[in-house]
C-alpha cells in the first residue's frame, strides 16, 4: 500500500503532529514500508497458533504488600495554605 503526501499530512493531521513539507515523502515512503510489512503478516496462515501474552514463560516476581513511607498527612495538611476537615481546599476554576 502506498500513501501519497496528502494522506500523510491528514494522517498528521488527525494526530496533531507537526511534519515538515520536506519530510513529507520520507514519512510516505516509511509509513508505506510499514503498512506493507502489515499486509505481508496479515497473509501468514496462523491457524492452531495459541495467542500468547509473552513469549517467555515466566511468573512475575511480587514484593511484600507493606508500607514503604510513613503517613505525612496531618504534616502535609499543616502547611496547606487551606484546609477543612481533613480536605485541601483550593481556588475555583469553574464558573
Known sequence: ???SQEQVQKIAHLARLGVEAQALDTYARTLSDILDFVE???GVDTEGVEPMAHPLELSQRLRADVPTETDQRAHFQDIAPAVEDGLYLVPRVIE
Open 1 to 3: 500500500m502506498s500513501l
Open 40 to 42: 505481508q503478516m496479515d
